[in-house]
């Protein structure tokens, strides 16, 4: 799904009433708040914890082409790209973190999680596919500042007591990566 | 006449840059990692006149195809012509220097400019201008104002370098043994091509911190130690301090990192590719070390043996055995732009292929375990270099300087063998100290140090 999705700004969404959708799009909301919240105050192991175990996590790599050229905008899956990870990978990432030896988040980052423009996509046998606009703000040392800015296609299954991260797919609008490095989880 | 091409008068004398680096104590001066004036030095006499890596073949199948690359700070076209050949084109309109070409890639039938329209063809011409015969009233030589060209587009093995120098040595000569061996690593297991997506990122120091880093086997034990830790990558199985190899070339051409030994080589030279193969899968440390036969006539009887990094001068990192290719960009004294290529056999299984791409993904690249914690290093010894008391404080290439010595190996392969040094760095600074000195190709040649041999 590395194509903008369909918008619709008039669309009155079949299935579930008025209510309904409120109530599961509130629900979505706290959890993505929540899940942000926990990478913000460094709870990495916290975080796993609500990672299913097929999770797909991967940001391709974006690229500045011309309006003729827009097919070529986005690698493809199985191509290179900045993250392509499953459970076992990002089980890696926060081991990494918590070596105590991992220098460049020694001293820590800030980081800020910005979520919003939540648009629930679908709802599908207990999986609900969600996008939202992020801005990741990272700082760290004394005046280094970055972040990056994109768009996000989260998958959430239902489990007993709230939901699992199924599949979390990232899409900046930058093109060069303007950071020493990628060492924050999106 | 105002073309540009009076010279600038050096603000650093030859003598004085020469000083910068000692090769008999290893000392260097850091105000090479934060001289403004040596920076621009730098892209006169080191990008502008050098090889420069520009894309692999494979990047641009189709003509029209064009990828945007980097001579130094000069943007360049690649772009394959109408004659199927690959032409690097400055980007730069020859009316008032606009960037014709915006994108990173795509697919061109003609370069037009977005300022006033001159319009040109995949090899460069001037094909059209808006009021030529009006505004112009027809008194303007189209023949004349084509975009300015690499004088010299080379390549081998697939791999296309272009230099501004046309007094250059030819790219088989510039690459010397040593460099033909680190190419040839990247196609030791079969044609190769550039699996599609480079990383791109900025990190915030001195384009030959970075360069000098790839030699340095030294800092992965602790630098990396995080990764080794989360279980991506077994430190002993990689590492093998005791067992190094650095193979140094001409015009500053380098590969450091371990090395089989010559009795383990000696058994492999024995087996059949088949056996090899499987030999390879037997453990993590030979995967990318036992190679199929061929890589014996690109990489030499002796560079073969390498598991090391070897670095096209100036700033082409080869990685990964050869599976992945970094270029370092000069961004100012201060900034780098890294550019990761993911390069894999073309016949290669799909299934391998991938396990290839993943590993690149998740080692390199900024989002890499391996590579999290290397720019940090990089850009605080930068910073640190722009003090004005911390830059009186050299830096110390000390190790391993006066007890090793070159050995002759099969086809006069040179090679350092033993202990991990830092053998490939010296050289890398003394070479630089050469070219920044040597105000042409001519006076580089004259001046310029022989690879060493003997005691180093």
Same mark, same amino acid.
């Given at each position: 799904?590395?194509?903008?999705?369909?918008?619709?700004?008039?669309?009155?969404?079949?299935?579930?009433?008025?209510?309904?959708?409120?109530?599961?799009?509130?629900?979505?909301?706290?959890?993505?708040?929540?899940?942000?919240?926990?990478?913000?105050?460094?709870?990495?192991?916290?975080?796993?914890?609500?990672?299913?175990?097929?999770?797909?996590?991967?940001?391709?790599?974006?690229?500045?082409?011309?309006?003729?050229?827009?097919?070529?905008?986005?690698?493809?899956?199985?191509?290179?790209?900045?993250?392509?990870?499953?459970?076992?990978?990002?089980?890696?990432?926060?081991?990494?973190?918590?070596?105590?030896?991992?220098?460049?988040?020694?001293?820590?980052?800030?980081?800020?999680?910005?979520?919003?423009?939540?648009?629930?996509?679908?709802?599908?046998?207990?999986?609900?596919?969600?996008?939202?606009?992020?801005?990741?703000?990272?700082?760290?040392?004394?005046?280094?500042?970055?972040?990056?800015?994109?768009?996000?296609?989260?998958?959430?299954?239902?489990?007993?007591?709230?939901?699992?991260?199924?599949?979390?797919?990232?899409?900046?609008?930058?093109?060069?990566?303007?950071?020493?490095?990628?060492?924050?989880?999106? | 006449?105002?073309?540009?091409?009076?010279?600038?008068?050096?603000?650093?004398?030859?003598?004085?840059?020469?000083?910068?680096?000692?090769?008999?104590?290893?000392?260097?001066?850091?105000?090479?990692?934060?001289?403004?004036?040596?920076?621009?030095?730098?892209?006169?006499?080191?990008?502008?006149?050098?090889?420069?890596?520009?894309?692999?073949?494979?990047?641009?199948?189709?003509?029209?195809?064009?990828?945007?690359?980097?001579?130094?700070?000069?943007?360049?076209?690649?772009?394959?012509?109408?004659?199927?050949?690959?032409?690097?084109?400055?980007?730069?309109?020859?009316?008032?220097?606009?960037?014709?070409?915006?994108?990173?890639?795509?697919?061109?039938?003609?370069?037009?400019?977005?300022?006033?329209?001159?319009?040109? /063809?995949?090899? %460069?011409?001037? &094909? @059209?201008? !808006? $009021?030529?015969?009006?505004?112009?009233?027809?008194?303007? +030589? =189209?023949?004349?104002?084509?975009?300015?060209?690499?004088?010299?587009?080379?390549?081998?093995?697939?791999?296309?370098?272009?230099?501004?120098?046309?007094?250059?040595?030819?790219?088989?000569?510039?690459?010397?043994?040593?460099?033909?061996?680190?190419?040839?690593?990247?196609?030791?297991?079969?044609?190769?091509?550039?699996?599609?997506?480079?990383?791109?990122?900025?990190?915030?120091?001195?384009?030959?911190?970075?360069?000098?880093?790839?030699?340095?086997?030294?800092?992965?034990?602790?630098?990396?130690?995080?990764?080794?830790?989360?279980?991506?990558?077994?430190?002993?199985?990689?590492?093998?301090?005791?067992?190094?190899?650095?193979?140094? /070339?001409?015009? %500053?051409?380098? &590969? @450091?990192? !371990? $090395?089989?030994?010559?009795?383990?080589?000696?058994?492999? +030279? =024995?087996?059949?590719?088949?056996?090899?193969?499987?030999?390879?899968?037997?453990?993590?440390?030979?995967?990318?070390?036992?190679?199929?036969?061929?890589?014996?006539?690109?990489?030499?009887?002796?560079?073969?043996?390498?598991?090391?990094?070897?670095?096209?001068?100036?700033?082409?990192?080869?990685?990964?055995?050869?599976?992945?290719?970094?270029?370092?960009?000069?961004?100012?004294?201060?900034?780098?732009?890294?550019?990761?290529?993911?390069?894999?056999?073309?016949?290669?299984?799909?299934?391998?292929?991938?396990?290839?791409?993943?590993?690149?993904?998740?080692?390199?690249?900024?989002?890499?375990?391996?590579?999290?914690?290397?720019?940090?290093?990089?850009?605080?010894?930068?910073?640190?270099?722009? $003090?004005?008391?911390?830059?009186?404080?050299?830096?110390?290439?000390?190790?391993?300087?006066?007890?090793?010595?070159?050995?002759?190996?099969?086809?006069?392969?040179?090679?350092?063998?033993?202990?991990?040094?830092?053998?490939?760095?010296?050289?890398?600074?003394?070479?630089?100290?050469?070219?920044?000195?040597?105000?042409?190709?001519?006076?580089?040649?004259?001046?310029?140090?022989?690879?060493?041999?003997?005691?180093?």
């Amino acid at each position: 799904m590395d194509a903008a999705t369909e918008i619709r700004p008039n669309a009155r969404p079949a299935g579930p009433d008025l209510a309904e959708r409120m109530l599961l799009q509130y629900e979505v909301e706290q959890f993505l708040y929540a899940e942000a919240a926990l990478l913000d105050a460094r709870q990495y192991r916290e975080w796993l914890g609500l990672l299913a175990d097929d999770i797909h996590y991967w940001m391709p790599i974006r690229r500045t082409v011309t309006l003729s050229d827009l097919d070529l905008e986005f690698t493809k899956p199985g191509a290179m790209a900045y993250f392509d990870d499953d459970r076992g990978m990002l089980e890696m990432r926060v081991k990494k973190l918590e070596a105590g030896s991992a220098w460049s988040e020694d001293p820590p980052s800030r980081s800020r999680h910005f979520v919003s423009n939540v648009r629930i996509l679908e709802v599908a046998e207990g999986e609900i596919t969600v996008e939202v606009a992020f801005h990741l703000y990272r700082t760290r040392l004394n005046t280094e500042v970055g972040g990056w800015v994109g768009r996000r296609v989260d998958r959430l299954r239902r489990v007993e007591g709230g939901f699992r991260l199924a599949m979390r797919h990232i899409f900046l609008d930058q093109t060069v990566i303007p950071t020493t490095n990628m060492s924050t989880l999106f | 006449m105002a073309d540009g091409t009076q010279p600038i008068e050096a603000a650093w004398a030859a003598d004085a840059i020469r000083a910068l680096f000692d090769p008999k104590t290893g000392w260097l001066d850091r105000r090479v990692h934060s001289d403004a004036a040596l920076y621009q030095l730098e892209l006169e006499r080191i990008f502008a006149r050098g090889w420069n890596f520009m894309c692999h073949e494979s990047q641009l199948p189709n003509v029209g195809d064009y990828f945007i690359n980097y001579i130094g700070e000069d943007q360049v076209i690649c772009v394959r012509g109408e004659d199927g050949a690959i032409n690097v084109l400055l980007n730069t309109c020859r009316h008032r220097g606009n960037a014709l070409c915006r994108a990173e890639q795509g697919r061109a039938k003609s370069f037009v400019c977005s300022y006033h329209g001159w319009n040109y /063809g995949l090899d %460069g011409r001037l &094909i @059209g201008v !808006p $009021g030529q015969s009006t505004y112009y009233r027809g008194d303007l +030589d =189209r023949s004349r104002l084509g975009l300015v060209k690499a004088a010299k587009v080379e390549s081998y093995l697939g791999f296309y370098f272009a230099t501004m120098a046309g007094d250059a040595p030819s790219l088989h000569d510039y690459l010397g043994d040593v460099g033909r061996t680190g190419l040839g690593m990247v196609c030791a297991n079969g044609d190769v091509e550039v699996v599609d997506g480079i990383q791109k990122n900025v990190i915030d120091c001195n384009w030959k911190i970075a360069v000098d880093n790839l030699f340095d086997w030294y800092h992965v034990a602790y630098s990396h130690a995080s990764a080794g830790a989360a279980g991506i990558f077994d430190p002993a199985a990689i590492l093998h301090p005791k067992d190094q190899m650095v193979m140094l /070339g001409d015009y %500053g051409q380098a &590969i @450091g990192g !371990p $090395g089989l030994r010559k009795a383990e080589q000696a058994k492999i +030279d =024995r087996m059949s590719d088949a056996a090899r193969a499987a030999y390879a899968r037997s453990s993590e440390s030979l995967f990318p070390r036992v190679r199929p036969a061929m890589a014996r006539e690109l990489m030499g009887p002796e560079g073969v043996r390498s598991m090391g990094h070897p670095n096209i001068f100036p700033n082409l990192w080869i990685t990964l055995g050869g599976s992945q290719m970094c270029l370092r960009l000069p961004r100012g004294p201060s900034a780098t732009e890294l550019w990761w290529f993911t390069v894999v056999p073309k016949d290669m299984p799909a299934p391998l292929r991938q396990t290839v791409i993943r590993a690149a993904t998740h080692l390199f690249g900024p989002a890499g375990l391996l590579e999290q914690d290397d720019g940090e290093n990089w850009s605080q010894s930068t910073r640190a270099a722009s $003090g004005f008391s911390s830059r009186k404080v050299g830096a110390a290439l000390l190790m391993g300087l006066g007890h090793d010595e070159v050995s002759v190996g099969e086809n006069g392969q040179r090679s350092i063998e033993g202990l991990v040094g830092e053998h490939a760095q010296r050289w890398f600074y003394r070479s630089w100290t050469e070219w920044v000195a040597a105000r042409d190709w001519a006076e580089l040649e004259a001046t310029r140090s022989p690879p060493p041999t003997g005691a180093v």
